[in-house]
């Protein structure tokens, strides 16, 4: 019987979202404090987790993306500077919180938790981390506790450009230096942002010398020739790239209304918050008076009743009050359920499968996702980590599994990605469809640039470097995503607006062959992404 394998890929998203003007830190801080977010409640914590597996000597294999755009805002002094003081006020305001809930015990307890949680993220990342968790994730896969997949430069989707191998190859190639900047390492993996897949697309990752990818459901089970053990075992293009496929299992086990793991009454209740819900001049001085409101965390209401008391600063009976010791047992019977469901899957593909050698289940989380909407889901996953180290399958990554690359069945996957309705499709909905236009034209103009100015150097070069970079932030789908959801969508127009803006600028400037020395520079300083960047790895390719 073959035997029996799990991977547990989690993917991370960040927009570039970066600002150096206090007055611009104050009016975006509800966008900015996204990444701050991340960094305290999934980060952070995730580094956490390694240490007390490691601890307890449980084993474990992680698969992780960790995007260019969000390690070089991890990486960046002046960022980092600021989540600093983020903290310092997340810590004076859970404070103040602790004190005006004190007459609640239950209260005071949530209200103290948050509060040492601030406290040890801000020891813990100034002291022990030295400001910087990329070296330790680098650490943790060189220790071969965790597998980081390189992906491109920023977000794009790449079927919308799959007829431009020249911006496809840039943003692979962006994405490859930028793995090997932050991790020292070249990569075995290739993650096709949102999991787009189009035909085409293969031959471009393949040519960087990627050994293998991964591939939504749709793009393998409707492959021309059908994969002869399904998802449950490795498949390769007709250039030998190998493709794992990965099932999200968000939107039915973890999010569905009616017996998702994330909606049980046991949980925490994501959209109640206390800075939402408290008198603005409470909330001095983590968020000034009359500026727009983001969450600071300290939350006290569970899932048991979401619609009634929707006015309450703190629940108003004692079965509405979150309880970590409930949500902690229901999440020992939520891991329990899915080991035993993985377990169960894998059994049954093992008996039907062709090969002898193993069956694998791939399983896609997204960890923005989870942080937004299911405070538990780590320590979910370290339960299931705990549970499947004594179970019947053993939880790895895709790259120990490529020992019989070459002799993988060939398929021809069909387009599709893990988006919309599983094919992208709410990337160009009636509210960001305008962007792809200026988009495409800024490529189609970038191309012409490389090579009209293949060996410019000095000003000139600097420009290029500039647009190129203004570029890709346009291009990532991180912003069409936000408009289509309608999350911040003034400040994402004036973002997207601005980069297109600024890209126009060079192109005119090297019309015109004029150029404002001081706009360059101020503009360089705004978005100091990926420093060693190169314009002409956007020349047309043979």
């Known amino acids: 019987m073959a035997q029996k394998k799990l991977v547990l890929l989690l993917n991370a998203n960040q927009e570039y979202i970066r600002h150096l003007q206090e007055e611009d830190v104050k009016k975006y801080a509800p966008e900015i404090n996204r990444l701050f977010e991340a960094i305290t409640d999934t980060y952070i914590p995730l580094l956490w987790m390694f240490e007390r597996l490691d601890s307890e000597l449980i ?36 404070t103040k919180e602790t004190k005006r809930v004190a007459k609640n015990k239950k209260l005071q307890t949530l209200a103290s938790a948050r509060l040492e949680t601030i406290k040890k993220c801000k020891a813990d990342f100034t002291e022990r981390y030295g400001m910087r968790l990329i070296p330790q994730f680098a650490q943790y896969q060189k220790a071969g506790k965790i597998e980081i997949m390189a992906t491109c430069g920023t977000d794009i989707f790449m079927p ?6 020249e911006i496809l190859s840039a943003q692979v190639e962006t994405g490859l230096l930028a793995y090997k900047n932050f991790f020292g390492e070249v990569p075995d993996g290739f993650w096709l942002p949102e999991l787009g897949y189009a035909e085409g697309v293969e031959s471009v990752v393949r040519a960087y010398g990627f050994n293998y990818t991964v591939l939504d459901p749709r793009s393998t089970m409707l492959a021309k020739e059908l994969p002869e053990d399904g998802i449950f075992y490795p498949c390769r293009f007709y250039n030998s790239l190998a493709v794992f496929t990965a099932k999200k299992i968000e939107e039915k086990v973890i999010f569905d209304e009616d017996d998702g793991f994330a909606v049980n009454p046991a949980y925490r209740n994501e959209n109640r918050d206390a800075a939402f819900d408290l008198p603005a001049k409470d909330l001095v001085p983590f968020i000034d008076n009359g500026t727009a409101r983001y969450a600071s965390g300290c939350k006290y209401f569970n899932r048991s009743n979401d619609a009634q008391n929707d006015f309450a600063v703190i629940p108003v009976n004692e079965s509405e009050i979150y309880s970590p010791e409930q949500a902690f047992e229901q999440i020992q019977k939520d891991a329990e359920f899915f080991v035993s469901s993985i377990s169960n899957e894998l059994n049954k593909a093992s008996e039907l499968a062709k090969n002898d050698d193993f069956v694998c289940e791939t399983v896609l989380l997204d960890l923005d996702n989870l942080r937004k909407n299911w405070s538990e889901g780590l320590q979910w996953i370290e339960t299931v980590l705990r549970k499947a180290a004594a179970s019947d399958f053993e939880v790895t990554t895709c790259k120990s599994l490529l020992k019989n690359q070459y002799n993988l069945q060939k398929i021809v996957p069909y387009y ?3 988006l919309g309705a599983g094919y992208g499709e709410n990337l160009l909905s009636n509210k960001n469809c305008w962007m792809m236009r200026y988009v495409k034209k800024a490529s189609e103009r970038m191309v012409d640039l490389a090579d009209r100015f293949p060996t410019d150097t000095g000003l000139k070069a600097r420009l290029l470097d500039l647009a190129a970079k203004e570029l890709m932030i346009a291009q990532d789908s991180g912003w069409a995503k936000m408009l289509d959801e309608d999350i911040s969508p003034e400040y994402v127009k004036k973002i997207f607006t601005e980069s297109i803006h600024a890209f126009t600028m060079v192109f005119d400037s090297l019309g015109s062959n004029t150029v404002s020395t001081e706009w360059l520079t101020n503009l360089e300083a705004e978005h100091p992404l990926f420093p ?4 002409r790895i956007f020349s047309k390719k043979q």
Not at 60 to 89: F, G, I, K, M, S
Not at 160 to 165: G, I, N, Q, T
């Open 416 to 418: 599709a990605s893990n």
């Open 59 to 94: 084993p474990y294999n992680l698969q992780l993306v960790l995007p260019p755009v969000l390690c070089t805002l991890l990486e960046d002094t002046v960022v980092q500077a600021q989540y600093v003081e983020w903290l310092t006020r997340a810590e004076l305001f859970c």
């Open 532 to 535: 060693w960047m190169n314009y």
């Open 160 to 165: 919308f450009y799959k007829d431009m191998k």
